[in-house]
């Protein structure tokens, strides 16, 4: 993963407990089934908060290595269909070469992270969150560094297949995760997002390298 420039903010490690003040060891909190009475519940949700500590991290060093117009824009959930939990702050970087892919940050007051690349790829940092899930906080923020970095070096692929039933087709190559691909069907995609990724697709789907400053 190349994130020249960037540094991890140091998160300080803080300890959570269950009702019987046990520790709990997130990340590897079920060796099977999740108990029945952690779905749908979170009881810690601001361990998540480093999430919007990275994010913004991650955000200042690309404005200040990239050559990238940023916007605050308060609908970007809304066009992007979430509504899950309330919005902070939504804000998009936008590479001063249309060949180069978009990217949006919008950030929950779970807290979390919804991230959106190019014309049609959008994924939140957790995707549930709840206990049952036992979401690794190291691995999501591990997660989020590599898809922004694969991004900004080129090597995202975005490709919209509308023969048949339709198919939309993300890929991402890197060190870290190499030959990711993710393919989901067209159908609950708005027909007005779905013109406007039509207009701005590159023709083989590549996304090229992010400028820099000054370059």
């Not at 480093?50 to 990238?68: I, S």
Request: with cysteine; net charge negative.
């Amino acid at each position: 993963m190349q994130l020249e420039g960037y540094r991890r903010p140091v998160i300080a490690g803080q300890d959570y407990f269950d009702d019987q003040a046990a520790l709990i060891s997130y990340g590897q909190r079920w060796p099977g089934q999740p108990a029945e009475e952690s779905y749908s519940v979170t009881i810690h949700p601001q361990r998540f908060a480093p999430l919007h500590t990275v994010a913004q991290a991650l955000m200042d060093w690309l404005l200040a290595r990239f050559n990238v117009r940023c916007l605050q824009d308060s609908g970007l959930a809304a066009e992007l269909g979430y509504a899950m939990q309330p919005v902070v702050e939504s804000v998009r970087l936008i590479p001063v070469d249309r060949a180069c892919a978009p990217l949006g940050l919008v950030f929950t007051d779970f807290p979390g992270v919804l991230l959106s690349v190019g014309a049609l790829y959008q994924w939140h940092f957790p995707i549930c969150g709840c206990d049952a899930c036992d979401d690794s906080v190291d691995e999501l923020l591990d997660d989020l560094e590599e898809q922004i970095t694969t991004v900004v070096n080129g090597h995202f692929t975005e490709i919209l297949d509308e023969s048949g039933a339709g198919l939309l087709t993300h890929r991402f190559d890197s060190d870290g995760i190499a030959g990711r691909e993710i393919s989901d069907g067209v159908e609950e995609i708005s027909p007005e997002r779905l013109a406007r990724a039509r207009a701005m697709l590159p023709a083989d789907g590549a996304w090229a390298p992010w400028p820099l400053r000054g370059a």
